[in-house]
């Protein structure tokens, strides 16, 4: 359903209630909107800071209900919310992103074949993909394209950091890795020689009219990201156009709506790939609250509301450092330590991002970090002092 502009004062509804619910509710309700969460989980993160929180099943009728009849319009922050859940919102209210965005960055499959098909439209700034095949059944082992191989091999539904993904290097190494998803639909990707990895933030317009952040440097550690340095010079001036186009055309095909992230690899020859998308605000966004001057999480709603989008301005250099779980076991310590906060915000340009979450587990998202300052050098030496006092090696 298409409706006229939202204004504040109306009731916005979250289908999720993590960190990126509760960022959106943050910004939402400093723009004077009132907010529902819909989450099972009492304790979770966006549910905690909301003015209302439906604690119900993604699918239960009347949880749905409820929310439909709160909120005067719905998004998402949890990419594998059932793509029924927003087709049923979307019966009576606004929805974005639309169920069928979200149904395509759901399965790789149809990810890569969308890719595939903006590569085919494409120009000068045509879109690549890796080399992949789709792995349905056994018989596909056996006759799949050696040159795939070393490869990973990734569940075609609900991996996330880097999780429902095992590398392989030889055909019987696939097959293994193939019953160990559960012989589950999978795309088998050539192993590219990466020589750093991006993404880039976008807005989208119920008219079509994009703005979109600059192109954001991403270090992942064990699967999960653990930094993004967002300044001037950090991807080559040409890299940065391709890297654009390739978003934008992304979403355009989809004839997207709200706030997409895509993923980008660069090469060892400075080549791109795309990756894969995230129909939503992105962990590698975060920086965009303290670092610019509209964050990923108001364009949400600005794109929910069929407000006019602004095109972001950073204005100041910024490294986001993710905090997980691990930081609250320092040396291996086996009970959970609180880390040391006041010595964090002693620095200067520091703004500390923490979730409400109570339990500190290892490889847990609890909160991040964004360091910001007059100069680039300036913030990569706080970022430095920041890592060492919460123990953060790699980053
Ligand atoms: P997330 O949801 O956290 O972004 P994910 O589990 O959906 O991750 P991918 O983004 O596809 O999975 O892959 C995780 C990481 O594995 C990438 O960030 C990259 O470091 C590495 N990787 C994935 N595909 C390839 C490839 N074809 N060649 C080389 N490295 C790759
Ligand atoms: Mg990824």
């Known amino acids: 359903m298409s409706s006229s502009v ?15 619910g509760r960022m959106f509710c ?32 993604y699918l239960d009728e009347i949880g749905l209900a409820e929310l439909c009849n709160i909120s005067a319009a719905v998004t ?13 919102l979307a019966k009576t209210r606004p929805v974005s992103p639309s169920a069928d965005s979200v149904a395509v960055a759901q399965n790789r499959v149809a990810e890569k074949a969308h890719f595939v098909a903006c590569a085919a439209k494409g120009g000068t700034d045509a879109i690549t993909v890796a080399p992949y095949a789709v792995i349905e059944t056994a018989g596909e082992i056996a006759t799949v394209s050696a040159d795939l191989l070393p490869g990973i091999l990734k569940t075609a539904r609900m991996g996330y950091d880097g999780k429902g993904q095992i590398r392989v290097k030889t055909r019987a190494e696939l097959a293994a890795a193939w019953d160990e998803l559960n012989n589950v639909t999978s795309v088998l990707e050539k192993m590219l020689p990466l020589k750093a990895e991006y993404s880039v933030i976008l807005a989208r317009g119920r008219d079509g009219h994009v703005v979109h952040f600059p192109p954001q440097l991403n270090v992942h550690v064990e699967g999960i990201l653990a930094s993004t340095s967002v300044f001037e010079g950090n991807l080559p001036a040409a890299g940065v156009k391709r890297a654009v186009a390739a978003a934008i055309s992304v979403a355009n095909e989809l004839q997207y709506v709200g706030v997409l992230c895509i993923e980008l690899f660069l090469l060892h020859d400075d080549s791109l790939v795309v990756n894969e998308i995230a129909p939503r605000p992105h962990n590698s966004g975060h920086y965009t609250i303290d670092a610019c ?54 620095l200067t340009g520091a703004h500390l991002h923490l979730y409400g979450k109570k339990d500190a587990k290892k490889g847990r998202k609890m909160g991040h970090l964004t360091l910001t300052g007059a100069t680039v050098e300036a913030v990569k030496v706080t970022t430095a002092k920041a890592a060492a006092i919460l123990g953060i090696e790699k980053y």
Request: charged share 10%; with cysteine.
């Open 76 to 88: 998402t922050e949890f990419e594998n919310v059932p793509a029924l859940a927003l087709q049923t």
């Open 26 to 57: 943050h910004a939402a309700q400093s723009m004077g909107y009132f907010t529902a969460v819909l989450d099972a989980d009492p304790t979770s993160p966006a549910g905690l800071v909301s003015h209302h929180h439906i604690k119900t099943a």
């Open 293 to 346: 001057d509209v964050s990923q999480f108001e364009l949400q709603v600005r794109t929910l509301c069929g407000l006019p989008l602004t095109q972001p301005r950073q204005h100041s250099p910024a490294i986001m450092l993710n905090i997980l779980g691990d930081v609250w076991f320092p040396k291996n310590a086996t009970e959970a330590q609180t880390p040391p906060w006041d010595q964090i915000l002693a």
């Open 6 to 20: 939202i204004l504040p004062g109306a009731t916005l509804g979250v289908l999720g209630g993590g960190q990126l």
